[in-house]
């Protein structure tokens, strides 16, 4: 049974920073491109960071310079470090194939406030 379960997320002051997980479980995981997303209220779902099979690494411009991906395919996991975090990084983190998507796990919530 294919799972995803994100965490790592909190509420944290604007300049702080966490570190998101995301465990994939059912499938091979090291043969997947993978990406991050985000969900704002009221906005749509956005990547703001993939992670290619090639080991290419792309980010969106709101997140550039500030976030990185990472993986560790012997853990089945991938990682989105943040630093620098602003309030308009608030949002419900997902993270998920980036073709053939599965279906999405709950995501983790990151809050960003003073």
């Known amino acids: 049974q294919v799972e995803i379960a994100e965490s790592g997320g909190g509420l944290v002051q604007p300049g702080g920073s966490l570190r998101l997980s995301c465990t994939v479980s059912g499938i091979i995981f090291k043969d997947y491109a993978m990406a991050w997303y985000r969900q704002a209220p009221g906005k749509q779902r956005e990547w703001v960071a993939r992670?290619?099979?090639?080991?290419?690494?792309e980010y969106s411009d709101s997140v550039k310079g500030r976030f990185t991906i990472s993986r560790d395919n012997a853990k089945n996991t991938l990682y989105l470090t943040m630093n620098n975090l602003k309030p308009d990084d608030t949002a419900v983190y997902y993270c998920n194939r980036i073709y053939d998507s599965l279906k999405w796990g709950q995501g983790t919530q990151v809050t960003v406030s003073s």
């Open positions: 992670f290619f099979i090639s080991d290419i690494l």
